[in-house]
């Protein structure tokens, strides 16, 4: 939310000025409007925590494609209630609106990355586990375009703007019934190996399929039986403890990274830079643009160059920009040509952040954990994410004054992650190349 357009955000201020208004007959205070705007913005992350703490349980009990498919039914609810806020004038239905595509966010984020990783050829993994990044970047610029004020950022279309959801979920309901479980959870969570078959047949082919049968048998077999853990036992559990903190450390460096501290100053950066306040918007996809363009990127690169290497490049080079656009910003009044270095350091940011932190984050937790453990370990992860990012969004605004503009702080952070990223990689033999062999990890 904080690089959401700025006249959308007009335009849900004056909805509730006026819903107000005439609901109580009296103007809405601006500490009121300050609030009801907070709860709309914070309740999604609300939303996202409770989609990540069931997520994983819907994806054992109704299988991954089931989950999916539920989960667009909550979408379609959430569209409706959003896009019918304005003409009943009921911001309530906002709140609960905004509530409930949060929780399919959540569902979709734990429960998307591990069907697509259980699905994918060995040799395609991590490429094909990109496809969560490059689909929600493509989705953030998607969003960037139609809410431009020529297309649906009028206030006349802002209801079939905020209902837009519905359309990824019914063209998910239109196609995904065409595609087969997870061969994984066919055979290992529900023992079904004549459906497995089946499956594998669908996405490999009748001549390669055995191959990929062998290798779930063989984690079959390595399980024993194993019944899929809930998430607090892998608190407990010492053969999971260094994947465990990988995918926590990783998740919260995600969102502690500052990436949503550059969004924040874009605007303000572009127009020290002379852009006129009308074109803004239209600089502003550029953002979106590097983000989608990196992620398309760096599912090219993951197999070839490796996760930890794009992962500590991602990370040093994101501590470079800081650096850079802290003193861009703290002197750009000395010379014309510094507030054109500030535009600089925000598009390295995101391209660095995209290439390696952004990328790569999501796809980890597949591959560094088995069937048994992986539903837990996605709620944990996705815990974790959701909590760092409703923190980030309400105490942002306060770091900003603190610090009157600063970003040393999102600097210590990427390096304090790069440091721990060593030290996780030194401290665990199996923590990144073609991991274990002894039947703990599922990655290429």
Same mark, same amino acid.
């Given at each position: 939310?904080?690089?959401?357009?700025?006249?959308?955000?007009?335009?849900?201020?004056?909805?509730?000025?006026?819903?107000?208004?005439?609901?109580?007959?009296?103007?809405?205070?601006?500490?009121?409007?300050?609030?009801?705007?907070?709860?709309?913005?914070?309740?999604?992350?609300?939303?996202?925590?409770?989609?990540?703490?069931?997520?994983?349980?819907?994806?054992?009990?109704?299988?991954?494609?089931?989950?999916?498919?539920?989960?667009?039914?909550?979408?379609?609810?959430?569209?409706?209630?959003?896009?019918?806020?304005?003409? /009943?004038?009921?911001?309530?239905?906002?709140?609960?609106?905004?509530?409930?595509?949060?929780?399919?966010?959540?569902?979709? %984020?734990?429960?998307?990355?591990?069907?697509?990783?259980?699905?994918?050829?060995?040799?395609?993994?991590?490429?094909?586990?990109?496809?969560?990044?490059?689909?929600?970047?493509?989705?953030?610029?998607?969003?960037?375009?139609?809410?431009?004020?020529?297309?649906?950022?009028?206030?006349?279309?802002?209801?079939?703007?905020?209902?837009?959801?519905?359309?990824?979920?019914?063209?998910?309901?239109?196609?995904?019934?065409?595609?087969?479980?997870?061969?994984?959870?066919?055979?290992?969570?529900?023992?079904?190996?004549?459906?497995?078959?089946?499956?594998?047949?669908?996405?490999?082919?009748?001549?390669?399929?055995?191959?990929?049968?062998?290798? %779930?048998?063989?984690?079959?077999?390595?399980?024993?039986?194993?019944?899929?853990?809930?998430? $607090?036992?892998?608190?407990?559990?010492?053969?999971?403890?260094?994947?465990?903190?990988?995918?926590?450390?990783?998740?919260?460096?995600?969102?502690?990274?500052?990436?949503?501290?550059?969004?924040?100053?874009?605007?303000?950066?572009?127009?020290?830079?002379?852009?006129?306040?009308?074109?803004?918007?239209?600089?502003?996809?550029?953002?979106?643009?590097?983000?989608?363009?990196?992620?398309?990127?760096?599912?090219?690169?993951?197999?070839?160059?490796?996760?930890?290497?794009?992962?500590?490049?991602?990370?040093?080079?994101?501590?470079?920009?800081?650096?850079?656009?802290?003193?861009?910003?703290?002197?750009?009044?000395?010379?014309? $040509?510094?507030?054109?270095?500030?535009?600089?350091?925000?598009?390295?940011?995101?391209?660095?952040?995209?290439?390696?932190?952004?990328?790569?984050?999501?796809?980890?937790?597949?591959?560094?954990?088995?069937?048994?453990?992986?539903?837990?370990?996605?709620? %944990?992860?996705?815990?974790?994410? $959701?909590?760092?990012?409703?923190? /980030?969004?309400?105490?942002?605004?306060?770091?900003?004054?603190?610090?009157?503009?600063?970003?040393?702080?999102?600097?210590?952070?990427?390096?304090?992650?790069?440091?721990?990223?060593?030290?996780?990689?030194?401290?665990?033999?199996?923590?990144?190349?073609?991991?274990?062999?002894?039947?703990?990890?599922?990655?290429?």
């Amino acid at each position: 939310m904080l690089h959401i357009q700025h006249f959308l955000l007009q335009h849900i201020h004056r909805f509730l000025n006026e819903t107000w208004t005439s609901r109580y007959h009296k103007e809405l205070s601006p500490d009121l409007l300050t609030f009801l705007w907070s709860v709309i913005a914070s309740v999604f992350s609300l939303g996202g925590l409770c989609g990540a703490f069931i997520g994983g349980s819907m994806a054992i009990r109704l299988g991954r494609k089931g989950a999916l498919l539920m989960n667009n039914i909550v979408a379609i609810l959430a569209s409706i209630l959003m896009g019918i806020s304005f003409p /009943t004038g009921l911001f309530e239905l906002l709140i609960v609106g905004r509530f409930l595509i949060g929780i399919n966010s959540g569902i979709g %984020i734990c429960v998307q990355p591990l069907y697509i990783g259980e699905v994918a050829p060995k040799h395609l993994r991590g490429g094909m586990a990109m496809g969560t990044s490059i689909f929600l970047t493509g989705g953030i610029l998607t969003g960037q375009i139609i809410g431009l004020r020529e297309l649906l950022g009028g206030e006349t279309y802002c209801p079939l703007l905020l209902s837009s959801s519905c359309f990824p979920a019914f063209a998910q309901l239109l196609f995904l019934p065409w595609f087969p479980e997870s061969p994984r959870y066919l055979l290992i969570d529900r023992g079904d190996e004549l459906s497995c078959a089946k499956a594998l047949k669908r996405f490999h082919g009748s001549s390669e399929y055995r191959r990929e049968m062998e290798d %779930i048998q063989q984690e079959r077999f390595a399980l024993d039986g194993e019944e899929p853990q809930k998430p $607090w036992q892998l608190f407990t559990d010492r053969g999971v403890r260094w994947q465990l903190i990988t995918v926590i450390v990783m998740t919260m460096g995600q969102q502690l990274s500052g990436i949503n501290a550059i969004y924040f100053y874009a605007t303000y950066i572009f127009e020290q830079a002379g852009i006129s306040a009308e074109k803004i918007p239209y600089v502003t996809l550029g953002t979106g643009a590097c983000e989608c363009l990196t992620a398309l990127t760096c599912g090219l690169l993951i197999d070839y160059v490796g996760r930890r290497y794009l992962i500590i490049g991602g990370y040093l080079l994101m501590t470079l920009w800081s650096i850079v656009l802290t003193f861009s910003l703290t002197y750009q009044e000395l010379y014309s $040509w510094v507030p054109y270095v500030s535009m600089t350091s925000i598009f390295a940011f995101i391209l660095s952040f995209g290439l390696g932190p952004g990328g790569i984050t999501n796809t980890l937790t597949a591959e560094l954990f088995v069937q048994s453990s992986r539903p837990a370990a996605y709620m %944990i992860g996705g815990t974790i994410s $959701w909590i760092s990012f409703f923190t /980030t969004g309400m105490l942002f605004p306060f770091i900003v004054v603190f610090l009157d503009g600063l970003l040393v702080l999102q600097a210590l952070c990427s390096l304090l992650v790069r440091v721990l990223l060593n030290e996780l990689s030194d401290s665990s033999p199996a923590f990144w190349p073609g991991l274990s062999t002894e039947n703990k990890f599922f990655i290429v």
